[in-house]
T-cell receptor, first 112, second 109 residues
Framework: IAGITQAPTSQILAAGRRMTLRCTQD?????MYWYRQDLGLGLRLIHY???????GKGEVPDGYSVSRANTDDFPLTLASAVPSQTSVYFC???????????FGPGTRLTVL | GQNIDQPTEMTATEGAIVQINCTYQ??????LFWYQQHAGEAPTFLSY??LDGLEEKGRFSSFLSRSKGYSYLLLKELQMKDSASYLC??????????WGAGTKLIIKP
């Protein structure tokens, strides 16, 4: 059982390029989340999905978009990357959206 | 605004006990979570408190006082592998987690 997987593990990206971070879970969890983690700051919620077919904006959604076509996948897209989007991105899921969240291994993204 | 405060860094000795404090001010309260995060890895769940009092789980215990907006994580019989960051997070009225910046715990032999 993999739990949650993310791809790629790391990426260096030129500013202005489009990038999709992939996230897949095999636990049949209803809720999924995207966070970014920056040094000295807490995890900040970018977007979330309470169930397949629905998405919502978190604390820092600008410059990012998500889709939730099915239960397992929750990709995060940067339409036109900027250096301030350099961060570690974590995908997470929870069964009901009201309980503990399980995290993927993260994607380290550098935008130059 | 919503705010979670915890110390930036703490140092403790192997075999000792350490208490990591967390204070919070949030829009609503639906539980408080503690996570452990080793350097370069993902956060992993440690404990959950929604009612006042102490929850014990092996060497780790977590305490909550809702009236004071306060929690602590107690780690006993410290081991070198406990060197990590400990993240406090509160679930607000929208069932979204608000995260503290984390406490980096350094264990010395």
């Amino acid at each position: 059982i993999a739990g949650i997987t993310q791809a790629p593990t790391s990426q260096i990206l030129a500013a202005g390029r489009r990038m999709t971070l992939r996230c897949t879970q095999d636990m049949r969890h209803n809720a999924m989340y995207w966070y970014r983690q920056d040094l000295g700051l807490g995890l900040r919620l970018i977007h979330y999905s309470n169930t397949a077919g629905t998405t919502g904006k978190g604390e820092v959604p600008d410059g990012y978009s998500v889709s939730r076509a099915n239960t397992d996948d929750f990709p995060l897209t940067l339409a036109s990357a900027v250096p301030s989007q350099t961060s570690v991105y974590f995908c997470a899921s929870s069964d009901s959206g009201r309980d503990e969240q399980f995290f993927g291994p993260g994607t380290r993204l550098t935008v130059l | 605004g919503q705010n979670i405060d915890q110390p930036t860094e703490m140092t403790a000795t192997e075999g000792a006990i350490v208490q990591i404090n967390c204070t919070y001010q949030t829009s609503g309260f639906n539980g408080l979570f503690w996570y452990q995060q080793h350097a370069g890895e993902a956060p992993t769940f440690l404990s959950y408190n929604v009612l006042d009092g102490l929850e014990e789980k092996g060497r780790f215990s977590s305490f909550l006082s809702r009236s004071k907006g306060y929690s602590y994580l107690l780690l006993k019989e410290l081991q070198m592998k406990d060197s990590a960051s400990y993240l406090c997070a509160v679930m607000d009225s929208n069932y979204q987690l608000i995260w503290g910046a984390g406490t980096k715990l350094i264990i010395k032999p």
